[in-house]
């Protein structure tokens, strides 16, 4: 990953699009993925793309698309989106100390996904002011983009594809998790992160194997920040009870 301060916003741009590439990995298959499931529930090609486009939050559409080819009321579906996409209020705030000041950040938050986030929370402290909107928005462009891509592509032909290579059906669903991973793993380097993440990861499996998967994520979430702020806080206690006998 190139570390070097970009010299002008289009080259901000260009490097966020080839730093957020890896993303590709994780996104084409389980957007084609989302397309054929999609299309296989009713749904037509153009509003899956659609779906993809306007709403953008990977689990989610998956949940949204299987609970309306269900027939669950409109009230019930969007309660249920929004609460899996209750992790964000999470985001938010790691994210916000990098910000710069511009009108557009509110609309760029479309982009904001799971590894848009992981990245961008690595890469925008190392960038100068300058260059960090230019970045965001290429990384978060390309990522927004592949995934209308993807889903296009398994809506109109997804199905012809799992069809010529039957494994590819069980692949594709670990696409996304295995690129997670990936981003997550980098974090454990410290006793404090370690402890934040190990314990977000047993809550978020707990919560699932008691079956409360739709809200496995967010109080996995929650569980995992609230860890990392009270290691945060003890660290501190700890230090201010060194430093008093020291002084005594």
Known sequence: MNLQATSSPTRAWLTGMSEAVPLLGGYVPVAISFGLIATQAGFSAWEAVAISTLIYAGASQFLFVGMVAAGAPLWLVVAMTLLINLRHVVYAPNLAPWLTPSRLWPWLMHGLTDQIFALAHA??????????????????????????????????????LVARWALMGEILPFALPALFLVLVAPRFTSRRWSLALGLTIFSALLLTLLGLTNVAIPLAAVCGALCFQLVKFGHTAERKDTQGERHE
């Open 123 to 160: 890469r925008l402290p190392q960038l100068p002011a300058s260059q960090r909107l230019g970045w965001y928005t290429g990384a978060a462009l390309l990522a927004w983009l592949s995934w209308i891509g993807g889903t296009a592509l398994g809506a109109l032909i997804g199905g012809e």
